[in-house]
């Protein structure tokens, strides 16, 4: 997930370190820190980390060894939003030009996409320097990888568009780039939508035949998830729904490839995740909001407790509105604070958004981007 806990200037805070380390208390295996960027220019958000030569070493390097706790793993998720970035700290740029409500982004030039497998390469070297014990390229959710699979937003003529050979060639370099950097001994996970869930955008068709190409790379895990944070698009993650999402299309992929699958998104109870594993149809399931609400769900799991957590329940929340409310409720846990409740709703967005305004004009002056 996206913690949103930086501290304006691309590095880590105390509250995030807290954050990792009493998730990793809790039982879990591995967290993934959403959306560390390798440079400023195309942030997701004014929270996320940014890992570069520039950065302060010396907190990522606690963050790192924080989320050791209890034998667990942490790794970071290597993001560049693209045409997606944050617009009051950026200069979106996708694969192609888009002027479209809600979104308008410049087209990158070849040179820029050229560019963007050292760039991942630089982010993931430096991870491993400092101690993270692996990295995840996120080719999802609308994010700068996942725009190029997309027909949608890739309307490119030249070698990375058109036909999907080309709209994945800028993933696969990334992955060499990246396995080149790290060496052959260093996780190295992907992040994949099984399907946009937009009319005419990537397909579950074309996300197998993307994962029969990642199985002749050197990959350790696929995370599949989907969705998009598109403008006005439905949310996986906000969307109603009793079970898991993208479970189906896991089974269709074991045909695809020999790599460890984790499937992520919609799991609340136990029995879900021990079915998913059980029949065969992921090795590993992933946790985002039922950790949200109860940080130590694994321990509780394991020992037979509190096999279904209690969610909230929103009523009409407003696009984006579900989303701010868990992204606060992270920092309640970060903080070690009492949760927040459903009807704080209001407040909590109110809070979110504020937050935002004030390290968007951190992130400004630190970075001079905007």
């Known amino acids: 997930m996206s913690d949103s806990l930086g501290d304006g200037r691309g590095n880590p805070t105390g509250a995030q370190i807290n954050l990792y380390k009493r998730w990793a208390q809790g039982g879990l295996a591995l967290s993934i820190i959403g959306e560390v960027q390798g440079s400023p220019h195309f942030a997701e958000k004014p929270g996320n980390l940014v890992l570069n030569p520039s950065a302060d070493l010396e907190s990522f390097r606690t963050l790192a060894d924080g989320g050791r706790t209890n034998n667990a793993n942490l790794w970071i998720q290597l993001g560049h939003a693209g045409a997606m970035a944050d617009v009051p700290i950026s200069l979106a740029k996708g694969p192609s030009a888009l002027d479209v409500p809600g979104l308008n982004c410049a087209e990158l030039t070849l040179d820029e996409i050229q560019a963007i497998p050292a760039e991942f390469a630089r982010t993931s070297a430096l991870a491993q320097q400092v101690g993270f014990g692996g990295v995840e390229i996120h080719a999802a959710h609308g994010f700068l990888l996942n725009q190029f699979l997309s027909p949608l937003f890739n309307k490119r003529t030249d070698a990375y568009g058109g036909a999907l050979k080309n709209r994945m060639r800028l993933l696969l370099e990334v992955v060499d780039a990246v396995r080149e950097a790290v060496g052959p001994r260093f996780p190295v996970g992907i992040k994949l939508n099984a ?10 068709d074309e996300a197998l035949t993307v994962i029969a190409a990642l199985d002749a790379k050197a990959i350790d895990l696929i995370d599949i998830s989907g969705g998009t944070y598109f403008p006005g698009a439905p949310s996986s993650s906000d969307r109603a729904g009793s079970g898991p999402y993208f479970l189906d299309f896991a089974e269709r992929a074991r045909a695809n490839t020999k790599i460890p699958l984790m499937v992520t998104g919609g799991f609340k109870t136990f029995e879900q995740a021990e079915s998913a594993v059980s029949q065969g149809k992921a090795d590993i399931v992933g946790l985002a909001r039922a950790l949200v609400v109860a940080p130590d769900i694994p321990n509780k799991w394991q020992s037979g407790q509190e096999k279904h957590p209690p969610f909230p329940r929103f009523n009409a929340p407003p696009e984006g509105g579900v989303t701010a409310w ?17 009807d704080e709703l209001t ?9 935002d305004r ?8 630190h ?4």
């Open 367 to 370: 970075f001079g981007t905007g």
């Open 326 to 342: 868990y992204t606060m409720q992270i920092t309640k846990i970060a903080d070690g604070a009492e949760p927040l409740r459903a």
């Open 358 to 365: 004030k390290r968007h004009a951190i992130w400004n002056d």
């Open 195 to 204: 399907t946009d869930q937009l009319e005419g955008g990537f397909q579950q």
């Open 347 to 355: 407040d909590a967005i109110d809070v979110y958004e504020a937050r």
